[in-house]
């Protein structure tokens, strides 16, 4: 009877340890753009990145364009408020760099995650093709 039971118990827990499956969200749908890196939607970096389509939208979510620490009035030297702001930013590379979290810019955004991979690509391509005020 002992070694029944016992069979049973290690047929279940085999059964149970079979039966799960944890799905990674990540992996089941791309990242967003969005802050933080993961959510639903898709990762659209096909075709022209344009500064007020691609560009504007991340810097506004990301890198506090709207306070004081890139808008027009801040404290960190960046005005990313303007297109001529950013630009001089890009041209610089201290945009990619700070981005990436490569090379001796700043990492940004400031204690937060990492941007997306997604909305890195698009600001690179932005920078790639000239930075220009499209």
């Not at 969200?25 to 659209?44: F, I, N, Q, R, Y």
């Not at 005005?79 to 700043?106: D, E, F, H, P």
């Amino acid at each position: 009877m002992k070694k029944l039971l016992l069979f049973f118990f290690i047929g279940a827990a085999v059964l149970l340890m079979a039966s799960c499956y944890n799905d990674n969200l990540s992996e089941m749908v791309p990242a967003s753009g969005v802050k933080g890196g993961t959510g639903a939607g898709t990762c659209d970096t096909a075709g022209v990145m344009s500064y007020t389509n691609h560009v504007l939208p991340v810097l506004q979510t990301n890198c506090g364009i709207n306070n004081s620490c890139h808008g027009s009035n801040n404290s960190s030297g960046y005005n990313l408020s303007t297109y001529s702001g950013v630009r001089s930013v890009a041209l610089s590379g201290k945009l990619i760099s700070s981005i990436t979290w490569t090379g001796s810019a700043s990492h940004m955004p400031q204690n937060a995650p990492k941007m997306s991979d997604c909305n890195i690509t698009k600001i690179q391509k932005w920078v790639n093709a000239g930075s220009l005020n499209n």
